[in-house]
Nanobody
Framework: QVQLVESGGGLVQTGGSLRLSCAAS????MGWYRQAPGKQRELVAA???????NYADAVKGRFTISTDTTKNTVYLQMNSLKPEDTAIYYC????????WGQGTQVTVSS
């Protein structure tokens, strides 16, 4: 069973930055999701089949999804973090998702 492993989360102050990483095999387009306490999991950034990127309105201009194919790794660069970005962040394939990993906690203090 292939597992997804996210890393790079932590505690930062408002306005800070973090870069999340996810080991991915390239079997499908990848996305980053997040789930805040008491809320449903939501897609925040993803690649499209054509190689473009899509972002949730709440993170546009602040988050950037990228990939290093030599390392089979997908990143989420998060800048200008806000307290409302606090959540557990997950990576997964968009069209053919695997079992969810444990995610990585991102906490933004005000």
């Amino acid at each position: 069973q292939v597992q997804l492993v996210e890393s790079g989360g932590g505690l930062v102050q408002t306005g800070g930055s973090l870069r999340l990483s996810c080991a991915a095999s390239g079997r499908d387009v990848m996305g980053w999701y997040r789930q805040a306490p008491g809320k449903q999991r939501e897609l925040v950034a993803a690649f499209t089949i054509g190689g473009a990127t899509n972002y949730a309105d709440a993170v546009k201009g602040r988050f950037t999804i990228s990939t290093d194919t030599t390392k089979n790794t997908v990143y989420l660069q998060m800048n200008s973090l806000k307290p409302e970005d606090t959540a557990i962040y997950y990576c997964n394939y968009v069209r053919y998702p695997l079992t969810w990993g444990q995610g990585t906690q991102v906490t933004v203090s005000s």
